[in-house]
Nanobody, 121 residues
Framework: QVQLVESGGGEVQVGGSLRLSCAAS????????MAWFRQAPGKEREFVAS????????TYADSVRGRFTISRDIDKNTMYLQMNSLKPEDTAVYYC??????????????WGQGTQVTVSS
């Protein structure tokens, strides 16, 4: 069983930056493939970015490419999402997930509890 804990959310003004963290309880094959999703009120959960550790394979949603950067510190078992040039439409609860790199959230077995990001104008 893998536990994921997100942190780093908050409120920021348009154009600002935040860095989210996702700490994993264990380093397993499952956590070799991880992703970030987000869900705004009244909307479906949306893929943001994913990575395969060690394979240099990173994928971004079109809506965040060039503004967000996914990374990982394997020694700390922690994945990050650096979010720059934030827009009001980035407002959502952000979740980290493990076990896949697909954009379909049903493909993931493990989820964190989520962290709220609010971008105000």
């Amino acid at each position: 069983q893998v536990q994921l804990v997100e942190s780093g959310g908050g409120e920021v003004q348009v154009g600002g930056s935040l860095r989210l963290s996702c700490a994993a309880s264990a380093r397993t094959f499952t956590t070799s493939a991880m992703a970030w999703f987000r869900q705004a009120p009244g909307k479906e959960r949306e893929f943001v970015a994913s990575m395969i550790w060690g394979a240099n394979s990173i994928t971004y949603a079109d809506s965040v490419r060039g503004r967000f950067t996914i990374s990982r510190d394997i020694d700390k078992n922690t994945m990050y999402l650096q979010m720059n040039s934030l827009k009001p439409e980035d407002t959502a609860v952000y979740y980290c997930a493990a076990g896949s790199v697909r954009s379909d959230p049903s493909q993931y077995s493990y989820w964190g509890q989520g962290t709220q990001v609010t971008v105000s104008s």
